[in-house]
């Protein structure tokens, strides 16, 4: 069984930082592609960002150019730095691994923009 722990979100002002973690249990973990969704109140969860087993990203419009998705094959992390945040950034913030059978979640973190 898969096992994905987010920490890192918390509450930021507008134009701030955060760093999120995704922390991934298995003996497996540098073949899958990672991902950080986020779900903001009364919307669909929505990509902001993956990255491939070979280092390649993937951005939403929305983020491309302030958040920089990495991983640590060797930690089995993937972590996500979100620079100039803004209040449309505010939502649960989710880390998945996809394999080809299924893909497994984290139990998220909130990430909160906000004076």
């Known amino acids: 069984q898969v096992q994905l722990v987010e920490s890192g979100g918390g509450l930021v002002q507008p134009g701030g930082s955060l760093r999120l973690s995704c922390a991934a249990s298995?003996?497996?973990?540098?073949?899958?592609?990672m991902g950080w969704y986020r779900q903001a109140p009364g919307k669909q969860r929505e990509l902001v960002a993956s990255?491939?087993?070979?280092?390649?990203?993937n951005y939403a419009d929305s983020v491309k150019g302030r958040f920089t998705i990495s991983r640590d094959n060797a930690k089995k992390m993937v972590h996500l730095q979100m620079n100039n945040l803004k209040p449309e950034d505010t939502a649960v913030y989710y880390c998945r691994q996809d394999r080809s059978a299924r893909a497994y979640w984290g139990q998220g973190t909130q990430v909160t923009v906000s004076l």
């Open positions: 298995g003996s497996i973990f540098s073949i899958y592609t």
């Open positions: 990255i491939s087993s070979g280092g390649s990203t």
